[in-house]
């Protein structure tokens, strides 16, 4: 469609006659000239005739698109491929992702953005949307655009397909004429995942006007670190591993990678990247035992700082607290010897011993390990405290006997809990030997030297068989009945014995493997390994479980930045805790009670944000079909281009250039074509 902005000078056109007017008026007449040989002079005539004739139609042509040419230049004509208009109502997509941190991008989009901002008229509605920082609408005054997004940059990751989503959701319910979506973005693939479902259809196909701004792709980053153990010892040091990864397709050399503890430097080592290359390295620490420690791993900096350092935290386990429960004294002795060896093992338990008819579940409030060895059964008010105990992240060492009845009621508040069933003792008429064990559970990893896991076998005679969708065979005998068996819900863990410790049922007690299976497997149910539980991406909500009874006092929680907020713990469902959302940078939370640590949260960037890959063209076009995009090169002038797509392609310099054009063809054709 054709139009022209300055319909003024569309009179002019009348003044492309006056070439053909001036052409008839100034026609040379005849001349008669007297002259012999009149015959070549007829032949020389017709020939120079037809040269003039197609040389005035040539100049008479040119003559007249020349003024066609100039006037229309000044009438500004416009070619749309679509409706016009300035827009109606804007929804502007400000990526506010981790990745726009690097190389002034941030400020780079702003200015972007401003100029776009400066095309449009005060009743133009705006929202906001940004990804990395809010997933909510913004309804907002031009004026205020540029405050709000000074204050959004973060380190969290930005999915800005779903940003442009929510903005074509809201213009379908906002009508306006000529709607426009406006995104400002590094253009990061990982920002650009393709959807899992059908996006919506806006009845409007709002133009689209795409606002890239390009920086280095070349980087290096921590992609994650962590505890590698999986049971933390008291007074034993700590592994911990960080894998770093070349995004980019320059290799790198000599990279140092550092980790400190507690605020201190530890140990430092030099790794080589290829491009694309993973590399995982393992560093070895003393902790702080008995409480909280934290720490990072940082690597040589670069132009994104944010994903220079991984943070992690774990609890140091000084003492384990572990209740012994039996149906006598006399069963819990081989239990309490693997336990309590003396000096050798450093005073890794603190056990408590206590009689099956005694109150023994008044004392789980400050245990984290309970062992129950022949016990009948689990009724009235030891039930709903051992479910306290489980919700409190208790974990349950079950070991049967001749008292235990673990198909009757007695047992419910842990075959409901945890899934699973267990049928009557049951003997084989001899003697059951050790089958299949799994040596990569925690519970045996490092206990045995690879290639030589060589156990010589306990003898079984009675067994409780249990099974359950939840339940994971840890050791088999060799008949294929479950001997070692673990499940898990929520905080609470399980492990069930399905031998027992009577010399009718086993020998066990008395054979070399009983003491280290019995110490890795309570370490294991402590759930001192807490490396992994306490990490999150920023961005994501903390949540910390606390007692019911401490809420109760000053909860404050300790950024990376080093500010404290307060917070006021929440009881729901019969569970307290405290929340804290304000994750947007990463680094090392810590929680407060009356000015005492009492959890620690490890904040990480989102990796996604580490590759600075960016989204093809093609790719775009398949992830919005529906709307009329225009890419705004780094180069273009923004207010230009947007006009330009507004009002539609205006062809003004090139009808001053085709006019020039024709000039000089008109002044050679009337001066320097000759016929000889």
């Not at 689990?378 to 039930?383: H, K, T």
Request: hydrophobic share 45%.
């Amino acid at each position: 469609m054709l139009q022209f902005l300055n319909t003024f000078f569309l009179a002019f056109f009348a003044a492309a006659g006056l070439p053909v007017l001036i052409h008839f008026i100034a026609r040379p007449r005849a001349v008669r000239v007297p002259f012999s040989a009149i015959r070549f002079l007829k032949r020389v005539k017709m020939q120079r005739a037809r040269f003039d004739r197609a040389r005035e139609i040539l100049l008479l042509a040119a003559r007249f698109l020349i003024v066609v040419f100039i006037v229309a230049a000044f009438s500004r004509p416009v070619v749309h491929s679509g409706p016009g208009g300035r827009p109606g109502a804007v929804a502007l997509v400000a990526d506010c992702s981790g990745s726009m941190d690097r190389g002034a991008l941030f400020d780079k989009a702003l200015s972007r953005l401003k100029s776009y901002l400066s095309t449009l008229t005060p009743g133009d509605r705006i929202v906001l949307f940004r990804p990395g920082f809010s997933n909510e609408a913004e309804l907002l005054d031009r004026e205020n655009i540029e405050t709000v997004l000074k204050q959004s940059q973060t380190a969290r990751h930005g999915d800005c397909l779903q940003a442009v989503d929510r903005a074509r959701m809201w213009l379908a319910e906002n009508p306006a004429p000529n709607p426009e979506i406006v995104l400002a973005s590094d253009m990061q693939a990982g920002g650009f995942a393709p959807r899992t479902g059908t996006p919506s259809i806006s009845p409007t196909r709002p133009r689209m006007w795409i606002l890239p701004v390009g920086g280095d792709t070349e980087n290096a980053g921590v992609v994650r670190c962590g505890i590698e153990n999986r049971i933390l010892e008291p007074g034993a040091r700590i592994s911990v591993g960080v894998e770093i990864r070349n995004y980019g397709e320059r290799s790198v050399d000599e990279l140092l990678v550092g980790v400190s503890l507690n605020g201190a430097g530890v140990s430092q080592k030099a790794v080589a990247l290829g491009p694309g290359e993973k590399r995982r390295v393992s560093f070895s620490v003393e902790p702080e035992p008995g409480g909280w420690n934290w720490g990072e791993i940082r690597i040589d900096g670069d132009a994104f700082d944010f994903d220079n350092a991984a943070s992690f935290s774990f609890r140091a386990p000084e003492t384990v607290p572990v209740l012994l429960v039996g149906k006598t004294r006399r069963e819990l002795r081989p239990v309490a010897a693997a336990l309590e060896p003396g000096m050798e093992r450093g005073g890794a338990f603190r056990t408590e011993q206590a009689i099956y008819s005694e109150s023994w579940a008044e004392r789980l409030k400050d245990r984290k390990v309970l062992v129950l060895v022949n016990v009948p059964g689990i009724f009235g008010s030891d039930a709903e405290k051992l479910d306290a105990f489980f919700e409190r992240g208790g974990g349950l060492f079950l070991v049967f006997g001749k008292d235990a009845i673990p198909e009757s009621d007695g047992y419910r508040p842990v075959t409901e809990r945890f899934g699973i069933a267990f049928a009557s003792a049951m003997g084989s008429g001899g003697a059951l030997s050790m089958g299949t064990v799994d040596f990569a559970h925690p519970i045996f990893e490092g206990v045995f030297e690879k290639g030589k896991e060589n156990i010589r076998s306990p003898r079984f005679f009675k067994i409780v068989p249990a099974a359950g969708r939840m339940l994971k065979t840890v050791m088999a005998l060799n008949n294929g009945q479950p001997l070692l068996s673990e499940a898990r819900s929520g905080r609470g863990s399980l492990l069930v014995f399905s031998g027992g410790l009577d010399p009718a049922w086993s020998d066990i007690a008395v054979s070399t493997v009983f003491a280290p299976l019995m110490v890795r497997s309570v370490l294991y149910l402590a759930g001192h390994a807490m490396g992994e539980e306490n990490r999150c991406m920023a961005g994501e909500t903390i949540h910390v479980a606390v007692p019911n009874d401490s809420l109760q006092g000053e909860w404050t929680v300790e950024t990376p930045e080093g500010e404290s907020i307060r917070l006021l713990p929440e009881a729901r469902g019969g569970k307290a805790f405290v929340r804290f959302e304000g994750t947007d940078l990463p680094g090392i939370v810590k929680f407060r009670k009356n000015g005492t640590i009492v959890h620690v949260h490890a904040v990480d960037m989102d990796p996604l944000e580490s590759d600075f890959r960016t989204v093809s063209e093609k790719s775009l076009a398949a992830l919005f079909p529906e709307e009329r995009i225009r890419i705004v090169g780094a180069d273009e002038h923004v207010e230009s281009a947007v006009q330009e797509g507004r009002t539609g392609k205006e062809l003004s310099k090139i009808m001053l250039l085709a006019a020039l054009g024709l000039l000089v063809f008109e002044s050679i054709l009337a001066d320097g074509w000759k016929v000889k």
